[in-house]
C-alpha cells in the first residue's frame, strides 16, 4: 500500500512544527529567575570548548570535573579544575562524536577506579539513527593529556526512537539510564549487565519533565535530578519529586550534576568561556545516608515540599510556557491539516 498523502504531508512538515516548538522552550527565562548578583563558580577557559553539553564531577580527582562538546567535534573528554582552567584532554580512541549530549561517572566496586560514561545519544529528528551509542572508559589514575581505549555499548528504545540528552548512572547499581528530550520525556533503564555483541534494549520507566538537557543521580544514589532549559526537577524515584530548584538563566541550559557531598549542584551552558554556576540544594533535596534510602517515605517537611512541588506540576517550565506550546502544537497541525486536505483532492 502506498503512502497517503496526509502521512506524506506530516512528513514533510512535522519535523518543522517540532523545530518551531523547541525554539520556543529554549527562549531565556524571565529575568527574575536568578539573582542579578549571583555569580558563576567559574567559566570553561579552554578555546576548545566551545560547545560544553555535559558535566561530571570526577569520581577520583578532587576538584576535577568533566565536560565534552556537543556534535561535530573530535571524541575528546576535557577534565577541568574549579579555576576553569584545563587540567588534561582525553581522546577516546574506537569512539566517533556523532551527537555528544550528556556524560556521568562512577565508581567501579571490584577496582575503586573511576568510570566515565560519554552519551552519543542526540537524535534531533527522533529516528534518523539505528541505534544510539554510549562509551565506556576507566578514568587515569593521573590527569595528564592521554588517548583512552573506549568500550561501545550500542542501544535502542523499545518503544521507538527518542531524541535525548540526559545520562546518569545510580551509584548504587551501576545501573544507566538514559531521559529523552520531548514534551513528553520519559526516562529509560538499560540493561543490568551490558553487552557489546548486541544491541541493549532501553525500557521505559518513568516520566520525565518536558525537554529534559540533562540528569545525574546524587552521589549516594538517594535521588535524581533532571535538567530543563528553565529549572531542575528532583526525584527520589521515578515519578516521585521532592523538590524543583531555581536554576540561573543561561544562553543554553544544557548540563546538570550533582557536587561531591550532594548539598549543591552545578549547572553549565554551551558557548566558548561557557559559565558553570553552584546551586545550593533545598535540604530535602540533599543526599542522605545511604539507610534513609530504603524506604520512599520522606520527613513531613520533604514530604509537604513535594506534595507542593507536585501540585505546581513537575513539568519544570511555567504553565505559560506549556500554554505557548499547545498553542504552537495546535497551528502546526491545523496548517498540516489543510495542506493534507489540498493535497488529496
Known sequence: ?????????????????????????????????????????????????TESSGLAFSPT????????????????????????????????????????????????????????????????LDGA????????????????DATLQATRYRFRYKDG?????????????????????????????????????????????????????DAAFAPDGSSFVIRTYFSASVFRSPDHLIAHVTMPPLNQSESVTYTPDGTALLTGSEGERSPVYEVPLPSEARARPAAATRSPAATPGARNSAAAAEKAGDTGVPASMIVLWVAVAAGAIGVILVIAWRTAR
Open 129 to 144: 539513527w539505528s541505534d544510539i551509542s554510549v562509551y565506556k572508559v576507566v578514568e587515569p589514575r593521573t590527569l595528564a
Open 61 to 124: 580527582h578532587k576538584g576535577v570535573v568533566y565536560t565534552h562538546n556537543d556534535s561535530g567535534g573530535s571524541p575528546t573528554v576535557y577534565a577541568v579544575g574549579l579555576d576553569g582552567r584545563t587540567r588534561a584532554a582525553f581522546t577516546l580512541a574506537g569512539a566517533v562524536a556523532r551527537d555528544w549530549e550528556a556524560m556521568a561517572t562512577s565508581v567501579d566496586a571490584k577496582t575503586g577506579r573511576g568510570v566515565l560514561w560519554i552519551g552519543d545519544i542526540g537524535d534531533n
Open 161 to 213: 526512537a527518542r531524541n535525548a540528552e540526559g545520562l546518569m548512572v545510580d551509584p548504587r547499581s551501576g545501573r544507566l539510564y538514559v531521559v529523552s528530550k520531548e514534551i513528553d520525556g520519559s526516562i529509560y533503564q538499560a540493561p543490568a549487565k551490558l553487552r557489546t555483541d548486541r544491541v541493549n534494549v532501553l525500557r521505559r520507566v518513568g516520566s520525565a519533565p518536558i525537554m529534559a538537557t
Open 1 to 49: 500500500m502506498g503512502i497517503s498523502p496526509v502521512d506524506r504531508v506530516k512528513r514533510a512538515f512535522w519535523p518543522a512544527a517540532c523545530l518551531l516548538a523547541v525554539s520556543v522552550a529554549v527562549l531565556p527565562p524571565p529575568e527574575s529567575a536568578h539573582a542579578d548578583d549571583d555569580k558563576p563558580l567559574f567559566a570553561i577557559k579552554d578555546k576548545r570548548v
